[in-house]
């Protein structure tokens, strides 16, 4: 009797992995197409007039003020800025800053980097115990300290978990000592749940740096969130909010990828 091939990807003889892989591939293409849209309007709806806001110390007329709004391009239906937005982004224009009047991709490169820097510090800081820098040391400390108890938690969850496997029954059996057994064996494992954790949180903790960065003043993305919500700063907002999801996104890839090479079940299932 012959044998009717199956359709789809499995025609083409892609593994399930691949197929996974695949998948996840093509929604993090489409993600950012929901990023997009959902980027523009969520910022529409805050109140207050980006123009007002300006020139809130200042006597302006109104005149001046609907001129100002035309130069920002807020006089143009809501369809036509929307147009305009996607059209821009995919072009790399994230336009200009109302506050600094700046590209927003100049300003957004100005504070990229002492964010990194706080960042970067934070998982030494995490990982060395001498090291001890004044001026950030609180900044990262407080950015440190809550991940490092959520890491805590789920690896010895996942290692309490993994050491009543058979399997460890079974090296145990071979004569392995224990402490070859928990670190050739059990503590591999269980560092599945914590790596996807620790890539997840990677994306989250660029904007979680917000809060930190707000009460340190430490210039860097968080602050100038925090700034830009109080003009309300549109064109600034959406530049620092795309660069956080795309943080988001290509975390999860990542993270995806990497469950996959690690743990050769989901290569295979």
Known sequence: MATIPAAGSRSLGLSAGQRRI???LVGALLSPAFVLVFNFFLFRVLPGDPAKTLTRNRLVSAEQLEVLRQSFGLDKPL???FADYVG??????LGISYKFRQPVSTVIAERVWPTVLLLRLSTL???VIGLFIWHLFLPCLTLTLAYIAEYALV???SLLDELGEDYLTTARAKGLREALVRRRHAVPNALLPTTTLIFLNLGFVVSGAITIETVFSWPGLGLLSYEALRTPDYPLLQGVFLLFSAAVIVANVVADLLYS?????VRTG
Not at 88 to 93: A, F, I, Q, S, Y
Not at 261 to 265: E, G
């Open 261 to 265: 090479y690690l743990d050769p079940r």
């Open 79 to 81: 369809p036509q800025q």
């Open 22 to 24: 695949g998948g996840k």
């Open 125 to 127: 800081l995490s990982t």
């Open 155 to 157: 690896m010895r969850s």
């Open 88 to 93: 821009d982004t995919l072009r790399g224009d």
